[in-house]
């Protein structure tokens, strides 16, 4: 079992920046992808960010690249999410997830097993 804690969230003005932590607990999760995933309110859960257990394999939602940029550090168990510029509709809760494996570079909400319990964005115009 992994157990995920996210952590980081808040409410800010657009154009500014938040970081996201995913910290993790029970196994390393090296071997593990790690995602960000978000929902806001009346949408459904959308992938943001995904990177490979090596952390050089990243993959990002078109609304994410080149503001944002997802990190681990498997010493720390830890994975993060650099989130640049941001945008009110960047609003939304958002979830960190694990598997040791998924489909396409993003993987779908069903491909991961263990979900942290999210952390709440707000981004004010």
């Known amino acids: 079992q992994v157990q995920l804690v996210e952590s980081g969230g808040g409410l800010v003005q657009a154009g500014a920046s938040l970081r996201l932590a995913c910290a993790a607990s029970?196994?390393?999760?090296?071997?593990?992808?790690m995602a960000w995933f978000r929902q806001a309110p009346g949408k459904e859960r959308e992938a943001v960010a995904a990177i490979r257990g090596s952390g050089i394999i990243t993959a990002y939602a078109d609304s994410a690249k080149g503001r944002f940029t997802i990190s681990r550090d498997n010493a720390k168990n830890t994975v993060y999410l650099q989130m640049n510029s941001l945008k009110p509709e960047d609003t939304a809760v958002y979830y960190c997830?694990?598997?040791?494996?998924?489909?396409?570079?993003?993987?779908?909400?069903?491909?991961?097993?263990?979900w942290g319990q999210g952390t709440q964005v707000t981004v004010s115009s």
């Open positions: 997830a694990a598997d040791r494996a998924v489909s396409g570079a993003l993987g779908r909400s069903q491909d991961y097993d263990y």
């Open positions: 029970g196994r390393s999760i090296s071997p593990y992808v």
